[in-house]
């Protein structure tokens, strides 16, 4: 065949193929734009705004609420010992849960750079799914209660004993938002009551609250098999409740514990390594992700940094830490 028929033969082909590959892409995308009609998420993501990842410098200085930074922990240092700067009610450590293996937002300036005089807060990397929604007007904690009802929404239902719905107080400035209810909280109903649990009321002990003053939720309310992470499908049907929640409370500072939470109001893949310790804005409501106390339980070294995270948000809310 002649050099320029086959070659003209050849791009008609390969004209056809990407014909072929557009239509098998758009029948995908079509699919799963059905597939989101069904689990109700249609309202997070059409007309939705573009956000793009952005710096916002806040203007209130604070020097008076500077963290001291401590050198890098070497790995057997850490191992053998807690930093004195560490709060008692923070000191003491067993064996937990596994930890949740991290899962990447700007590293935090090493301990010989010049303290920031301002604060930074980071916006999400990629559009969150719940930038769209809107607040429900007069919405309050019993209503949106009563509207889970005995939910069976998604398959954790088949195992739940009790819905973890949330505690504290309904008008706290500080909220906590972890991962998913565990066998003590399932059997109680109450967030945070294990041993983890326990470990969380000594940081806020630590930072001169009680458990009354702050509100504390997960973002999926009913107990994940063998205290697995909450699945995609599981979080896209509960957490829309947390919204709500959040939305009621109208915090000043949100805390999450841990990479499922932080990633999930974040809408990051970024590992909880590189989040914790960075401001971030959620809805106009200052964010700080931190690790999770199941974490800590395991790998007690890492009480120095959640400290360091816990101070940046007294710092914004104006708290002194319990003296001992």
């Not at 209810?181 to 109680?188: A, C, K, N, V, Y």
Request: glycine residues 6%; contains cysteine.
């Amino acid at each position: 065949m002649d050099p320029a028929k086959r070659a003209s033969v050849g791009a008609r082909s390969n004209a056809r193929d990407d014909v072929r590959s557009e239509t098998q892409l758009e029948r995908k995308v079509k699919d799963w734009l059905c597939y989101g009609e069904d689990l109700g998420l249609a309202p997070y993501y059409r007309d939705r705004p573009p956000l793009h990842a952005i710096a916002v410098s806040v203007t209130a200085p604070i020097e008076s609420h500077s963290v001291a930074t401590s050198s890098a922990i070497s790995a057997a240092a850490a191992a053998a010992a807690i930093p004195g700067n560490v709060p008692a009610t923070m000191a003491a450590a067993t064996p937990g849960r596994a930890p949740v293996a991290p899962i990447n937002v700007a590293p935090s300036p090493s301990a010989s750079q010049k303290p920031a005089t301002a604060s930074t807060i980071l916006a999400a990397t990629s559009p969150s799914l719940f930038e769209a929604i809107e607040r429900i007007a007069g919405d309050t904690l019993p209503r949106i209660r009563e509207d889970i009802g005995d939910c069976t929404r998604c398959k954790l239902h088949k195992g739940r004993t009790k819905i973890v719905f949330g505690t504290g107080n309904p008008n706290a400035d500080l909220m906590f938002v972890g991962e998913g209810p565990g066998r003590d909280e399932d059997l109680s109903g109450e967030p945070f009551v294990g041993r983890a649990g326990k470990l969380l009321t000594d940081m806020i002990k630590a930072m001169g609250l009680q458990r009354e003053d702050v509100y504390i939720a997960n973002v999926v309310k009913c107990r994940p098999p063998e205290n697995r992470l909450p699945e995609k499908d599981e979080i896209a049907t509960c957490s829309p409740y947390l919204m709500r929640q959040i939305d009621t409370i109208k915090p000043k500072v949100i805390c999450t514990l841990g990479s499922c939470s932080a990633q999930t109001l974040l809408q990051s893949a970024q590992s909880i390594s590189k989040l914790r310790g960075e401001w971030f804005d959620f809805r106009g409501t200052k964010l700080m992700p931190t690790y999770h106390p199941a974490y800590l339980l395991r790998n007690p070294a890492a009480k120095p940094e959640v400290w360091k995270d816990l101070q940046k948000v007294m710092a914004v809310l104006g708290l002194q830490p319990k003296k001992r």
